[in-house]
């Protein structure tokens, strides 16, 4: 696989595009494999290290270590390219520890962004727990990541540190786009700064080229390109993104980096405070806890 992929980023290099590209990765990473990274020209190159930290084989079959010293590797000769930590998923329970997210926190400082996330806990996953005796990690399943508010604040909590202070780890991030632009010096590609609860983790030096480059776009000229992609229904567009019906995720993709602007489907809304993310740990509406 690693041959095969080094030969198509050659092949994209050579054609002068300079577009993002993201290689995810939890396996073992050399200082050859980094210095044939080192010689793209062209492509802006995102290499997200996959860590879990955790330790049950049934669940993560790939030594957590491996990423780690990959993390570092990687960190240690990046010239041309951006690393970034992908700490994921994040379970209760299961490597949401102090220990897990001091081992994390240490791990940023070998990377230009963090980026955090939970489970993607679909029927396939539950169906594989119960059947391997593993305790569910939550009672129902979910479309979008689930990632329980209380989770995220011990994260943010054990992040944050004295604003006159230099920290000697790096800044995580909610979104995996936030956190690539970030370690590129650029403005969210994904127009993630219409949903302003996302934003009050980033450094100052993320807001602003994501203020100057975020602005709402023509209502025609949204409309003529989504009905081209196949939209139905009215297109709108607020404050915080496009809204569509009748395009699967490519096409809603292909609208919003062309923006610069969210585009979110009017039959799957984006809560407050729960962009991306399944309901589950989270205030329902009448204040009280969703189970």
């Given at each position: 696989?690693k041959?095969h992929?080094?030969?198509?980023?050659?092949?994209?290099?050579?054609?002068g595009?300079t577009?993002?590209?993201?290689?995810?990765?939890r396996?073992?990473?050399?200082?050859?494999?980094?210095?044939?990274?080192?010689?793209l020209?062209?492509l802006?190159?995102?290499?997200?290290?996959?860590h879990?930290?955790?330790?049950?084989?049934k669940?993560?079959?790939?030594?957590?270590?491996i990423?780690?010293?990959?993390?570092?590797?990687?960190?240690?000769?990046?010239e041309?390219?951006?690393?970034?930590l992908?700490?994921?998923?994040?379970v209760?329970?299961?490597?949401?520890?102090?220990?897990?997210?001091?081992r994390?926190?240490?791990?940023?400082?070998?990377?230009?962004?963090?980026?955090?996330?939970?489970?993607?806990?679909?029927?396939?996953?539950?169906?594989?727990?119960?059947?391997?005796?593993?305790?569910?990690p939550?009672?129902?399943?979910a479309?979008?990541?689930?990632?329980?508010?209380?989770?995220?604040?011990?994260i943010?909590?054990?992040?944050r540190?004295?604003e006159?202070?230099?920290?000697?780890?790096?800044?995580?991030?909610?979104?995996?786009?936030?956190?690539?632009?970030?370690a590129?010096?650029?403005?969210?590609?994904?127009?993630?700064?219409?949903?302003?609860?996302?934003?009050?983790?980033?450094?100052e030096?993320?807001i602003?080229?994501?203020?100057?480059?975020?602005?709402?776009p023509?209502?025609?000229e949204?409309?003529e390109?989504a009905?081209?992609?196949?939209?139905?229904?009215?297109v709108?567009?607020d404050?915080?993104?496009?809204?569509?019906?009748?395009?699967?995720?490519?096409p809603r993709?292909?609208?919003?980096?062309?923006?610069?602007?969210q585009c979110h489907?009017?039959a799957?809304?984006?809560?407050?405070?729960?962009?991306?993310?399944?309901?589950?740990?989270w205030?329902?509406?009448?204040?009280s806890p969703?189970p």
């Amino acid at each position: 696989m690693k041959p095969h992929l080094f030969n198509v980023l050659r092949h994209l290099d050579d054609q002068g595009l300079t577009n993002h590209v993201l290689i995810i990765t939890r396996w073992r990473v050399d200082a050859e494999d980094c210095a044939v990274l080192n010689s793209l020209k062209n492509l802006r190159l995102t290499v997200l290290v996959t860590h879990s930290g955790i330790d049950n084989e049934k669940i993560e079959p790939v030594d957590s270590n491996i990423a780690a010293a990959s993390l570092r590797t990687l960190f240690d000769n990046a010239e041309r390219y951006c690393t970034v930590l992908y700490w994921r998923p994040i379970v209760p329970g299961l490597n949401d520890s102090d220990a897990h997210l001091e081992r994390a926190r240490g791990l940023s400082a070998y990377a230009h962004a963090t980026v955090f996330t939970g489970l993607f806990f679909r029927e396939e996953i539950a169906e594989y727990y119960e059947s391997h005796g593993l305790p569910l990690p939550y009672e129902d399943t979910a479309r979008r990541k689930i990632m329980p508010e209380t989770v995220e604040q011990r994260i943010l909590d054990y992040f944050r540190t004295d604003e006159n202070l230099s920290a000697p780890w790096g800044a995580p991030f909610r979104k995996t786009s936030c956190a690539v632009a970030y370690a590129h010096g650029e403005a969210d590609y994904n127009g993630h700064y219409g949903i302003k609860e996302l934003c009050n983790i980033c450094p100052e030096e993320q807001i602003s080229p994501c203020r100057s480059a975020w602005d709402k776009p023509d209502l025609a000229e949204v409309t003529e390109e989504a009905r081209a992609l196949g939209a139905t229904g009215p297109v709108e567009i607020d404050d915080r993104a496009i809204i569509v019906e009748g395009l699967d995720e490519p096409p809603r993709y292909f609208l919003q980096h062309g923006f610069g602007y969210q585009c979110h489907d009017r039959a799957k809304p984006h809560h407050y405070r729960q962009h991306g993310r399944a309901p589950i740990g989270w205030q329902s509406e009448n204040g009280s806890p969703t189970p």
